[in-house]
T-cell receptor, first 116, second 112 residues
């Protein structure tokens, strides 16, 4: 079964509004989660690494103030797209790893964001 | 920096055909290599992985061998099914880093 739950799966919002996406690890504690963005028919680009209890680490070119990441607990990380614009429309996917040995990353089912 | 290059798609095959999706990588250290699959409208699922040279990952009839000498991790399946239609991503991560670097993805369509 799924080990990472992402919500919502789809969201449509108007330009200028903010949208929050949740990523939960199920049955395990994830000190680190990752947020990816996928453009249509393209690969996944890592946006940021979410660290529980500390600031997220953003990849080059990703606006920190635009994509707010909060990792307030060991099972929940949130990505907030602030003042969304149509160019922010994309597929956002989170991932987390069970902190045991060489466990691979498990991905959420993604969130399709459409900004009108 | 690290990078992954996959063969460009889309790839269209008939059922029971042999599949190869090429993947090569560039890395400074000794990465782990992965194949992920994404079915329509879903997130990514780990298909198989290999953590060191000459390792072979396998799952659901798919195989890939970690070739250090050619820096490759080609995905193969002897007889594809319609249900294998999806987008396949090759990826690497540095040991213990867990951050994944993805290839551009290859869309596979299998016709009955």
């Amino acid at each position: 079964g799924a080990v990472v739950s992402q919500h919502p799966s789809r969201v449509i919002c108007k330009s200028g509004t903010s949208v929050k996406i949740e990523c939960r690890s199920l049955d395990f504690q994830a000190t680190t989660m990752f947020w990816y963005r996928q453009f249509p028919k393209q690969s996944l680009m890592l946006m940021a690494t979410s660290n529980e209890g500390s600031k997220a680490t953003y990849e080059q070119g990703v606006e920190k103030d635009k994509f707010l990441i909060n990792h307030a607990s060991l099972t929940l990380s949130t990505l907030t797209v602030t003042s969304a614009h149509p160019e922010d429309s994309s597929f956002y996917i989170c991932s987390a790893s069970i902190p045991k040995g060489n466990s691979p990353l498990h991905f959420g089912n993604g969130t399709r964001l459409t900004v009108t | 920096g690290n990078s992954v290059t996959q063969m460009e798609g889309p790839v269209t095959l008939s059922e029971e055909a042999f599949l190869t999706i090429n993947c090569t990588y560039t890395a400074t250290g000794y990465p782990s290599l992965f194949w992920y699959v994404q079915y329509p409208g879903e997130g990514l699922q780990l298909l198989l992985k290999a953590t060191k040279a000459d390792d072979k990952g396998s799952n659901k009839g798919f195989e890939a061998t970690y070739r250090k000498e050619t820096t490759s991790f080609h995905l193969e399946k002897g007889s594809v099914q319609v249900s294998d239609s999806a987008v396949y991503f090759c990826a690497l991560s540095e040991q213990r880093a867990q951050k994944l670097v993805f290839g551009q993805g290859t869309r596979l369509t299998i016709n009955p």
